[in-house]
């Protein structure tokens, strides 16, 4: 029931920024919490980082931390991915996705984005 879209994916040069938002439907983030996962082609989809929807617990991956920051505005029901410093691994697909707990597992969650292309040239 939860409908969930990403934009701000592009094409960026390693170094650069790009700020992802994740846009869902009314009252979902006053609900659940939200995680950004990523996949290449030929890869498994990796955990980035979540958020709690009150936005005052995060958690990043080991690749990323430091570099991305997540955050929410709930009045706007929207979640945000700032990439900072972008590596050419950081070239995927990236999904935002909302479940009950906070998690790394893909499979903990049931409501997933379609995803926006972030690619990085070197």
């Known amino acids: 029931q939860v409908q969930l879209v990403e934009s701000g994916g592009g094409l960026v040069q390693a170094g650069g920024s790009l700020t992802l938002s994740c846009a869902a439907s009314?009252?979902?983030?006053?609900?659940?919490?939200t995680a950004w996962f990523r996949q290449a082609p030929g890869k498994d989809r990796e955990f980035v980082g979540a958020?709690?929807?009150?936005?005052?617990?995060?958690s990043y991956g080991d690749s990323v931390k430091g570099r991305f920051t997540i955050s929410i505005d709930n009045a706007a029901n929207t979640v945000y991915l700032q990439m900072n410093n972008l590596k050419p691994e950081d070239t995927a697909s990236y999904y935002c996705?909302?479940?009950?707990?906070?998690?790394?597992?893909?499979?903990?969650?049931?409501?997933w984005g379609q995803g926006t292309q972030v690619t990085v040239s070197s």
């Open positions: 958020i709690s929807w009150t936005g005052g617990r995060t």
């Open positions: 996705a909302a479940g009950s707990f906070i998690s790394e597992r893909p499979s903990d969650y049931d409501n």
């Open positions: 009314v009252h979902t983030f006053s609900i659940y919490h």
